[in-house]
Structures are given as C-alpha cells and as structure tokens.
T-cell receptor
Framework: AQSVTQPDIHITVSEGASLELRCNYS??????LFWYVQSPGQGLQLLLK??????LVQGIKGFEAEFKRSQSSFNLRKPSVHWSDAAEYFC????????????FGKGTRLSVIA | SQTIHQWPATLVQPVGSPLSLECTVE??????LYWYRQAAGRGLQLLFY??????ISSEVPQNLSASRPQDRQFILSSKKLLLSDSGFYLC??????????????FGPGTRLTVT
C-alpha cells in the first residue's frame, strides 16, 4: 500500500543548531513531494515542493529538502533553527500516476530551546 | 492573489445538534476543494474532496456530509453531532483543473468542540 512515513514524532533542537526532518514514502514511481508547516491553531503553509528536476529544492523561511530516489526519502533541512520555527511539520506525497489527492504523513513536532 | 476563508473560527455545539461549516475561495476558478479533520495530537484526515460543482468524493464513512453549491464554496455538514466530531477542521484548495496532485493551500481552520 502507498504510504508516507515521518519516523520522528517529536524533535527538540537548540536555537541556532541545524535541523533535519525525515520523510520516507513507498510508491512504485517517483511521486510529487511536499513539505508543509503548521503553527498551533493555524492552517498548513506550503514550505516547498518537488515535481522533477534538481533534487535539492529551496523553499521559504530558509528551508530546503533533498529528494533521494534510492532511499525513497525527501528530508527537510535548515542550517540554523530559529525559535519561530517551532511548529508541526508535515510531509505529503502525491503519486504521479492516477489521480488521487495528496497523502500526508502524521507530522513531526519541532520544539526549539534556547 | 488567491485567498481561502473559513467560518466560523471556533464553534461549541452540543451533542446531537446540526453542523454547518463554510469554506470559500477567492481569486481562482474551478479549484479542487478539500475538507480535513485534525483530532487533538493527531495528523490530517481527509474527509471529502470535490473537483467541481456537485461532485463530492468521500474518503471516510461517517455522519458528516459535504456539498459544493457554487464553484468556490464548499460546505461541511452534519445532522447530529457526536462527541467524536470534535477537532480542528481545515479546508484547502488546489489548482490544476481536476488533477489532484498539485499542492494544496489551506484555510485558517475551524475549531469545533462538541459538548
């Protein structure tokens, strides 16, 4: 079955430290890939997306993600975390065959400490 | 630019009462529309999506229903609320005609508490 896995439920990092949030998918072919962020009590905001081309994708707020076909992964990174980055992060996947909506991972909650 | 509105922002309703949540999109035409629910501490659950007026696909059987009376309006309803209907309801839209694999843009959400 097609699925999206975010292995880490909760991550805590120090302000200024680097961040990597993991996302793995199981699809037969390369899907379309997305990362979203959700602050408490708010809707989701699109950080970045990958459809094709360069496997390193730049997004908003200083985030980037790298698609690795061999690992079926699309990990989100930021070189230096700010306290305002504390939020819930969701990876989403859409298969590039057929026509079905995005499938979201269960999310990773990021806490930032001083 | 496109904007998406949801109302009300918060709602407290007794068990057994009806529900109507509304979502409207501005600045685009023929969007695909989606309803999601987030229970406390859990991920997103897709409830319904629509690729056009009157076209509704249901992902999860439950006591909720959805309607799309106009191109940019999506309504979530229930005749009788259950305690388990409490949660954060999110509406989203995407472009791309009837293709569903494009990025979705989310509204601010409605916090529903059933008492």
């Amino acid at each position: 079955a097609q699925s999206v896995t975010q292995p880490d439920i909760h991550i805590t990092v120090s302000e200024g430290a680097s961040l990597e949030l993991r996302c793995n998918y199981s699809y037969g072919a390369t899907p379309y890939l997305f990362w979203y962020v959700q602050s408490p009590g708010q809707g989701l905001q699109l950080l970045l997306k990958y459809f094709s081309g360069d496997t390193l994708v730049q997004g908003i707020k200083g985030f980037e993600a790298e698609f690795k076909r061999s690992q079926s992964s699309f990990n989100l990174r930021k070189p230096s975390v700010h306290w305002s980055d504390a939020a819930e992060y969701f990876c989403a996947v859409a298969p590039n065959s057929g026509n079905t909506p995005l499938v979201f991972g269960k999310g990773t909650r990021l806490s930032v400490i001083a | 630019s496109q904007t998406i509105h949801q109302w009300p922002a918060t709602l407290v309703q007794p068990v057994g009462s009806p529900l109507s949540l509304e979502c409207t999109v501005e600045g685009t035409s023929n969007p695909n529309l989606y309803w999601y629910r987030q229970a406390a501490g859990r991920g997103l659950q897709l409830l319904f999506y629509s690729v056009g007026i009157g076209q509704i696909s249901s992902e999860v059987p439950q006591n909720l229903s959805a309607s799309r009376p106009q191109d940019r309006q999506f309504i979530l309803s229930s005749k009788k609320l259950l305690l388990s209907d409490s949660g954060f309801y999110l509406c989203a839209w995407s472009g791309g005609g009837s293709n569903l694999y494009y990025e979705q843009y989310f509204g601010p959400g409605t916090r529903l508490t059933v008492t």
